[in-house]
């Protein structure tokens, strides 16, 4: 299983940024696709969650109105589109794979896989 994560930088405040996660190593359509984000000393943070076949998401309240999960099974990659960031969106993200809905939406699941991450800093 591998995951790479792209698209962070230094956006200023109120700009946008895209996330790519591009996965290899299982059946990517058959898992519930999310996005993490940490910051140090804080525990990582699941932001967004789109079903497998990317009918259904989830976000954080933090992130609610701002960011759009979406996803390309055929192309194993799944998207984070940020708008309207805040220097608190700054973080290390993260996509992980899981393979069942309501244990995501209930941030209960299991998470064994992580990339690299991409750092994202929103600041002026």
């Known amino acids: 299983v591998q995951l790479v994560e792209s698209g962070g930088g230094l956006v200023q405040p109120g700009g946008s940024l895209r996330l790519s996660c591009t996965a290899s190593?299982?059946?990517?359509?058959?898992?519930?696709m999310t996005w993490h984000r940490q910051t140090p000393g804080k525990e990582r943070e699941l932001v967004a969650a789109?079903?497998?076949?990317?009918?259904?998401?989830n976000y954080a309240d933090s992130v609610k109105g701002r960011f759009t999960i979406s996803r390309d099974n055929a192309k194993y990659t799944v998207y984070l589109q940020m708008n309207s960031l805040k220097p608190e969106d700054t973080a290390v993200y993260y996509c992980n794979r899981n393979r069942d809905w309501l244990t995501t939406v209930l941030r209960r699941g299991s998470y064994n896989y992580w990339g690299q991450g991409t750092q994202v800093t929103v600041s002026s």
């Open positions: 190593g299982f059946t990517f359509s058959n898992y519930v």
């Open positions: 789109i079903t497998s076949a990317g009918g259904s998401t």
